[in-house]
């Protein structure tokens, strides 16, 4: 029943701007903790964000603390991802992914529903 849909991303300036949407069209958002993942040409997927079921709780990876801020709107089933200050080390293709209930949101292997993904090309 989960359905992952991402948007918002583009070619941007270094130093520039984006928000990530994504959103669960199947209607089950709230039962699950979300992630943003990027992945580059050559290079591993990695978990970016992550925040847990309830909001409350976020995570970041080093490189984008400070920088990115992830959110989620239970109401409209969404959940964003918010950046700023971005850097050419940022283009990526970002998926959203959603965690199975009860696991860690901070675990990449927690993650078990996939949007297709949306490039985000930053130049320098």
């Known amino acids: 029943q989960v359905q992952l849909v991402e948007s918002g991303g583009e070619l941007v300036q270094a130093g520039g701007s984006l928000r990530l949407s994504c959103v669960d069209s199947?209607?089950?958002?709230?039962?699950?903790?979300m992630g943003w993942f990027r992945q580059a040409p050559g290079k591993e997927r990695e978990l970016v964000s992550a925040?847990?079921?309830?909001?409350?709780?976020?995570y970041y990876t080093d490189s984008v603390k400070g920088r990115f801020a992830i959110s989620r709107n239970s109401a409209k089933s969404t959940v964003y991802l918010q950046m700023n200050s971005l850097k050419p080390e940022d283009t990526a293709v970002y998926y959203c992914?959603?965690?199975?209930?009860?696991?860690?949101?901070?675990?990449?292997?927690?993650?078990?529903?996939w949007g297709q993904g949306t490039q985000v090309t930053v130049s320098s």
């Open positions: 992914a959603a965690a199975r209930f009860g696991y860690s949101y901070s675990d990449p292997n927690s993650y078990a529903y």
């Open positions: 925040i847990s079921r309830s909001g409350t709780s976020t």
């Open positions: 199947g209607r089950t958002f709230g039962s699950y903790a």
